[in-house]
């Protein structure tokens, strides 16, 4: 049995193997990288709901009920499921909400990775809580796999990474998607103007003079290629157009995020 110590959440909250409480977990996840991640633990037949949002696998998560969105959740429906497990995330779910759930649900659990290898940790708090630590571990050795064959030789850029418009909005240089990107050596650039992780910003001079390469995201705004060339024109910079969910998912998507980052480093 894994040490409590990997039974440990982003709160610091320490959580029981579901052996030893007895009986099968009923679990509703309301973050969709990790929906992902505990079908590929094996887990999804203990799956009683999830988001709108989670859509991968989609073959599996389709039977799923759905229980609303990431941030307007439908309580009532989530406690006619009666799950023994909530898997949360902390820059996801909306803190009131979250409590009021922890009301109904035996076990809460706080996810929150801000860096590539914080996916090592959280597959093991899954894997240990729902006694698949072979599976997190297959995960784990597939990670280092393809975390070992990111390029040794990186060329610095600054990068500007959008995830919105109207208001445009990018991240904060603390955030798992600028923690990815820096793994290629692209240096989110800082909106010093804002505390936020998720900040708006307007474009200017100032801005345009820090950065090499502007990156549109494919969510949660579907920027397409229409935007990067009517942006192109506008700022005169390079813009490219980037897979939001390789670079933003955490859980097993980050296997195939730090083989999609090798392919970035190349452009």
């Known amino acids: 049995?894994?040490?409590?110590?990997?039974?440990?959440?982003?709160?610091?909250?320490?959580?029981?193997?579901?052996?030893?409480?007895?009986?099968?977990?009923?679990?509703?996840s309301l973050v969709p990288s990790i929906t992902e991640l505990v079908c590929d633990l094996g887990l999804a037949s203990y799956l009683v709901g999830r988001t709108g949002f989670c859509i991968h696998p989609a073959t599996t998560v389709k039977d799923i009920p759905k229980i609303g969105g990431t941030k307007d959740v439908n309580i009532e429906k989530i406690r006619r499921l009666a799950p023994t497990h909530l898997i949360v995330n902390i820059d996801e779910n909306e803190k009131p909400t979250v409590d009021r759930l922890a009301g109904l649900i035996p076990h809460v659990i706080v996810t929150h990775p801000t860096a590539a290898r914080d996916n090592l940790s959280l597959y093991r708090l899954l894997g240990g809580i729902f006694g698949v630590t072979s599976a997190a571990e297959k995960l784990c050795a597939e990670f280092e796999h393809a975390y070992r064959e990111l390029p040794a030789q990186i060329k610095p850029e600054r990068v500007l990474y959008c995830i919105w418009q109207d208001p445009w909005m990018t991240v904060a240089q603390d955030t798992y998607i600028a923690n990815m990107l820096s793994l290629i050596g692209w240096q989110?650039?800082?909106?010093?103007?804002?505390?936020?992780?998720?900040?708006?910003?307007?474009?200017?001079?100032?801005?345009?003079?820090?950065?090499?390469?502007?990156?549109?995201?494919?969510?949660?705004?579907?920027?397409?290629?229409?935007?990067?060339?009517?942006?192109?024109?506008?700022?005169g910079k390079p813009v490219q157009l980037v897979d939001g969910e390789m670079l933003s998912w955490y859980g097993s998507r980050a296997i195939q995020g730090l083989r999609y980052l090798a392919t970035l480093s190349q452009t």
């Open 188 to 235: 989110q650039t800082a909106i010093t103007t804002s505390q936020q992780r998720y900040p708006s910003f307007n474009w200017n001079e100032e801005l345009l003079y820090g950065i090499d390469r502007v990156l549109l995201s494919s969510e949660p705004y579907r920027f397409t290629e229409t935007h990067v060339d009517a942006l192109e024109k506008q700022l």
């Open 1 to 28: 049995m894994p040490s409590s110590s990997l039974l440990t959440d982003a709160l610091g909250q320490t959580h029981i193997a579901c052996q030893q409480t007895g009986g099968a977990p009923r679990i509703v």
